[in-house]
């Protein structure tokens, strides 16, 4: 990576941890209440499915500004229940697996789950996104998913010594890293037609935003209490995901 990209990869992380205030000094880096408390989270885990999807916003971050739309944030749940609950999401750390609690302590969550899917296709989403574990966080948001279905399927660690020398030299060829959406669509992107992962051009760059999974191929699970008509309107939702939040409010 040349110094330019890594002073840029840096310059995006910082921007994504700073959170403007009403008063003096008007910015923070420290991030503690949100308006979805544990207690509601922990009454939503027990309805959520492995393959579900999560979304979120946190507000009053610099970084929101730079992202269209109501939510900024995705991530892909790969089991079930509350004993061991487990997702895989990108964060500027890189692609983790860790307790769903992380991204749903937030200000706005919703949780989808794909219509119409089989438990083969649903296990086979869970598969591909715990195959990525460990993987870098995309700075540079180039959604060449296509590729990375390629480069992941069949590659192993443990191949032969020639074999390995191809894989290594494969994953010097492309950015082989994930951004939050990312990693989301990757995960189902073999439903890509059915679930309506369609990239879309952003400011410059073929993306899909938390907010495009909101359409009626997804249904939505559970919802915090802090997500209205009104705010995800004002912050920018197109008319069919308002519709979905009023469906669901109903």
């Not at 390995?164 to 890509?192: G, M, N, P």
Request: a negative charge; hydrophobic letters at 35%; glycine letters at 6%.
């Amino acid at each position: 990576m040349s110094f330019f990209d890594e002073l840029y990869r840096k310059s995006v992380f910082f921007f994504g941890d700073v959170k403007k205030l009403n008063c003096f000094p008007y910015v923070t880096w420290a991030t503690k209440a949100h308006k979805v408390d544990y207690d509601e989270i922990l009454e939503a885990l027990p309805l959520i499915k492995y393959g579900d999807i999560g979304i979120h916003r946190d507000a009053g971050y610099f970084s929101n500004v730079a992202i269209p739309g109501f939510m900024k944030h995705a991530w892909i749940h790969i089991n079930d229940g509350i004993k061991q609950p487990r997702i895989v999401e990108a964060i500027s750390e890189g692609v983790l697996g860790r307790n769903p609690i992380y991204p749903m302590f937030s200000d706005y969550t919703i949780i989808l789950s794909p219509k119409n899917c089989s438990v083969a296709e649903r296990k086979g989403a869970c598969k591909k996104a715990e195959n990525i574990v460990g993987q870098y966080y995309d700075h540079n948001f180039k959604f060449n998913i296509e590729e990375e279905l390629e480069f992941y399927h069949g590659a192993e660690t443990t191949a032969a010594k020639d074999d390995l020398y191809e894989y290594q030299s494969k994953i010097q060829k492309y950015d082989h890293a994930f951004s939050c959406t990312e990693v989301v669509s990757y995960a189902w992107w073999h439903k890509r037609e059915e679930l309506r992962l369609y990239r879309h051009k952003q400011r410059g760059k073929e993306v899909i935003l938390a907010d495009d999974f909101l359409n009626h191929s997804w249904e939505i699970k559970w919802m915090s209490k802090s997500v209205t008509l009104d705010d995800a309107k004002k912050l920018g939702l197109s008319e069919e995901g308002l519709q979905l939040i009023e469906e669901y409010r109903v």
